[in-house]
T-cell receptor
Framework: DQQVKQNSPSLSVQEGRISILNCDYT??????FLWYKKYPAEGPTFLIS?????DKNEDGRFTVFLNKSAKHLSLHIVPSQPGDSAVYFC?????????????FGDGTTLTVKP | DGGITQSPKYLFRKEGQNVTLSCEQN?????MYWYRQDPGQGLRLIYY???????QKGDIAEGYSVSREKKESFPLTVTSAQKNPTAFYLC?????????????FGPGTRLTVL
């Protein structure tokens, strides 16, 4: 049973437009959520996170929204740039029980077209 | 520069041979992790360690072994018992202090078993 799901394997957007990447989770113990960005043949890099006590966290062009009742989070990138083209992984952690140990989704490949 | 190093970047082995993947970090992180990534899939946790001389199995530990004799090092051995060892292997570390859970990843090792 996959506890973190990214139902869209790929997303293509035009440069300058908004990119919205979605993630759903099933485990109610998750209380900390992270997004990572990964280029081919490299390790993921941390992008942005959100604690379950918040419903929004913003960092520059990146905003993460959390809807706890729906067990859903989304990453918004505005405006999208060609350099944003990468695989984005959603991850969830039950921080109080196992700090740092995260469960990852399968990723969404974002392509930003010039 | 602080970070995580994995060596080698590419590794080829004959079927039936054990192979050890190296992971070193100088971030002074207590926790370290090993993940496996297969094409089109997310990161699956193999083993993790939250403190020296202690480690726990992740979701797919069968056919793998680890050791944590030093804080900086967390080597992974892929044994001949692992049925499908060809994959991209990622090592990560995280701090156990504070509320932030993000993991710092190494560049990965691509293992090909011939």
């Amino acid at each position: 049973d996959q506890q973190v799901k990214q139902n869209s394997p790929s997303l293509s957007v035009q440069e300058g437009r908004i990119s919205i990447l979605n993630c759903d989770y099933t485990n109610s113990m998750f209380d900390y959520f992270l997004w990572y960005k990964k280029y081919p043949a490299e390790g993921p890099t941390f992008l942005i996170s959100i604690s379950s006590i918040k419903d929004k966290n913003e960092d520059g062009r990146f905003t993460v929204f959390l809807n706890k009742s729906a067990k859903h989070l989304s990453l918004h990138i505005v405006p999208s740039q060609p350099g944003d083209s990468a695989v984005y992984f959603c991850a969830a952690s039950a921080s109080r029980t196992n700090a740092g140990k995260s469960t990852f989704g399968d990723g969404t490949t974002l392509t930003v077209k010039p | 520069d602080g970070g995580i190093t994995q060596s080698p970047k590419y590794l080829f082995r004959k079927e039936g041979q054990n192979v050890t993947l190296s992971c070193e970090q100088n971030l002074n992180h207590d926790a370290m992790y090993w993940y496996r990534q297969d094409p089109g899939q997310g990161l699956r946790l193999i083993y993790y360690s939250q403190i020296v001389n202690d480690f726990q199995k992740g979701d797919i530990a069968e056919g793998y072994s680890v050791s944590r004799e030093k804080k900086e090092s967390f080597p992974l051995t892929v044994t001949s018992a692992q049925k499908n060892p060809t994959a991209f292997y990622l090592c990560a570390s995280s701090s156990r202090t504070g509320d932030r859970n993000e993991q710092f990843f190494g560049p990965g090792t691509r293992l090909t078993v011939l």
